[in-house]
């Protein structure tokens, strides 16, 4: 492993990190005015900021979906070491490739429940 790698993963485990801190302050709250357009005219919108720390929350579940792409059987290491016998990359995107093609409606269905489930979530914070 060299340094460039090295610091790639520290860059992606701060950061990790970072959004897993990221979170409401109790009994602090401010309202934030943000400039765009409400009822067909550009008006100042009122955000509180933990609505919008309640929204960026939901980027917790993208570090769920690393960790089980990251340690599942396509990615593990005899995977990797397989995958750069023949020349082509284990990644994420693989393991989803390779989900499709093993259980195609099961990961179509929990991708589209979980799609749904978030997209309704952040609406929810967001037009309260």
């Given at each position: 492993?060299?340094?460039?790698e090295?610091?790639?993963?520290?860059?992606?485990?701060?950061?990790?990190?970072?959004?897993?801190?990221?979170?409401?302050?109790?009994?602090?709250?401010f309202?934030?005015?943000?400039?765009?357009?409400?009822?067909?005219?550009?008006?100042?919108?009122?955000?509180?900021?933990s609505d919008?720390?309640?929204?960026?929350?939901?980027?917790?579940?993208?570090?769920?979906?690393?960790?089980?792409?990251?340690w599942?059987?396509?990615t593990?290491?005899?995977a990797?070491?397989?995958?750069?016998?023949?020349?082509?990359?284990?990644?994420?995107?693989?393991?989803?490739k390779?989900?499709?093609v093993?259980?195609?409606?099961?990961?179509?269905?929990?991708?589209?429940?979980?799609f749904?489930?978030?997209?309704?979530?952040?609406?929810?914070?967001?037009?309260?």
């Open positions: 492993m060299n340094h460039e090295m610091n790639q993963g520290r860059f992606w485990f701060l950061s990790d990190i970072l959004i897993i801190l990221v979170q409401p302050i109790p009994f602090y709250d309202l934030l005015y943000i400039h765009a357009v409400k009822h067909q005219k550009f008006e100042d919108v009122e955000f509180l900021l919008l720390l309640y929204a960026f929350m939901v980027v917790r579940i993208i570090i769920i979906f690393w960790a089980a792409s990251k599942s059987m396509f593990d290491f005899n990797k070491r397989v995958s750069h016998k023949y020349d082509f990359h284990a990644n994420p995107s693989f393991f989803y390779s989900s499709l093993i259980r195609p409606v099961t990961t179509v269905l929990i991708t589209v429940f979980l749904i489930i978030v997209v309704a979530y952040v609406l929810w914070v967001i037009e309260r």
